[in-house]
């Protein structure tokens, strides 16, 4: 297996701090508002790497935090009259109804910042123990760039004066311009936590070394852990100060390999609030099945920048369709997981950095040559089950075709039709083995009238929206 790793610039083998172990750490989501797009695709993208990693035979730890502290959460709650924890539990719980829509499975660890102050304080009182860290007059403390060598190492950046951090007020107690929070003092009423440093909250970089250091860290190697991740957007500021936090507090540097997901731009232009154009996730969903959404956002290479856009979407789906109507062709059949020279080849393909472009043109060529073969030799048993053991590898490694091949093309149908049109085929079926034909047809006909297609199957009656 091999990964591109974002510092290095380069194509790198993988391998594992610890044999048939892997530790990987991805930047969840700051709970005061809904998911977007952005989430949905770095989400998407390491559940995919989890599931490939899987394939391979290695456990993984994968850890992905939740920031439930920050000023963004505290100004909701102000503009809102409610309590923090009152949003921030309405947004987790939101954000994971909206990940398991589109199939990504919860990680090994979910830590929260509240439940991680106690390792923030150690690593800040470690960064001050050694030097690289100083507590001002009014209370802040701040990481010391100057003291750490390696500082910008990870981004490759040119440090300017003019440079700022992100989300950190500027200060004039300061030594550099570079330097950033580990501790903001708050000496007002709002939410404060008491700390060795006094009152105040963590700065924003600072919970996920301390989460790292507590929940995955290998204490006796050169690495923290294996792989760490997240958008692009993260690799200046905010992973460049995790690793010289890191680096500077404790033995070893913070990962073997670092991974970056690109963009999601809107019709062209990057997804932006001011512009008004970012895409909440639950918006989507209204309008697309969740696996839709999923096939099609990692229908791109996850380090290229994506453009979403309703014609690509469709064209995408149409895709998702052609394996779902080969999967109706197999329904009835069990699945089963026999290893097949199609379930090796895409294994290998993905292999290569997650190459998923080669990997869903192996999967056209799959479903194009299968129907081809059962249009000739529909009864053959054999190419039956070993494309049911192709197309349940695909479900396990891409988490594509879980659905019921025919309940997969009633989406955007309501649930009051849905059970309208079940309880007119439950009266049909009763029709039918009471030999009332006329009542039957009749009753087929008003189920039509709902624009859709009736099937009868073996395994039962099933219908589809046209």
């Known amino acids: 297996m091999h990964i591109f790793d974002s510092v290095q610039k380069t ?142 190492s990870l981004s490759h950046r040119i440090q300017n004066e003019e440079d700022k951090q992100e989300r950190v007020e500027s200060s004039s107690f300061k030594r550099n311009s570079a330097d950033f929070a580990l501790w903001k003092s708050v000496k007002d009423d709002s939410v404060t936590f008491e700390s060795p440093f006094g009152a105040g909250r963590p700065g924003w970089h600072l919970e996920c070394s301390a989460m790292i250091e507590k929940h995955l860290a290998y204490k006796d190697r050169e690495f923290a852990i294996d792989i760490h991740g997240g958008g692009a957007d993260l690799l200046f500021p905010h992973h460049e100060n995790e690793a010289a936090q890191t680096r500077c507090a404790t033995n070893h540097a913070l990962a073997n390999y670092w991974m970056h997901n690109g963009f999601v731009n809107i019709d062209g232009e990057k997804m932006s609030k001011s512009l008004g154009n970012s895409f909440f996730l639950k918006d989507a969903l209204k309008e697309y099945d969740g696996e839709v959404l999923r096939f099609y956002l990692l229908s791109t290479h996850y380090r290229s920048d994506f453009n979403f856009n309703t014609e690509d979407l469709m064209h995408s789906k149409k895709r998702l369709d052609r394996l779902y109507r080969l999967k109706k062709r ?23 950095d997650m190459n998923v472009s080669t990997a869903l043109a192996l999967i056209d060529e799959m479903i194009s040559g299968a129907n081809e073969t059962l249009d000739t030799a529909g009864k053959h048993k054999q190419l039956k089950r070993e494309t049911m053991a192709n197309l349940t590898y695909i479900e396990k490694l891409l988490g594509f075709g879980l659905k019921n091949p025919f309940e997969y093309f009633q989406f955007g149908v309501d649930s009051a039709t849905k059970e309208q049109i079940d309880a007119l085929i439950a009266k049909r079926n009763e029709a039918k083995k009471a030999k009332d034909f006329a009542l039957s047809d009749s009753i087929r006909d008003e189920i039509l009238a709902f624009n859709v297609n009736l099937m009868d199957t073996p395994q039962g009656t099933f219908w589809e929206k046209i």
Not at 65 to 90: G, H, V
Not at 100 to 111: F, S, W
Not at 341 to 349: D, G, H, N, P, V
């Open 330 to 352: 197999l329904f009835g059949l069990a699945q089963n997981e026999q290893e097949t020279a199609f379930s090796k080849a895409l294994l290998e393909t993905l292999n290569d």
């Open 11 to 152: 194509k790198r083998k993988f391998t594992p701090l610890e044999e048939g172990k892997v530790t990987l750490y991805v930047c969840g989501p700051t709970v005061y508002d809904d998911a977007h797009l952005g989430h949905a695709k770095s989400a998407l993208v390491f559940d995919l790497l989890t599931r490939v990693l899987e394939a391979n035979g290695y456990t993984v730890t994968y850890a992905r935090n939740i920031t439930d502290i920050d000023d963004k959460i505290i100004k909701k709650a102000i503009e809102q009259k409610k309590d923090i924890k009152e949003i921030t539990d309405f947004y987790t719980d939101a954000f994971h109804t909206e990940m398991q829509a589109i199939g990504v499975k919860r990680p090994t660890l979910e830590p929260k910042a509240t439940q991680s102050l106690e390792a923030m304080y150690a690593l800040v009182q470690q960064l001050l123990d050694k030097g690289h860290a100083y507590q001002t007059t009014d209370g802040d403390v701040y990481f010391d760039t100057a003291s750490d060598s390696k500082y910008l």
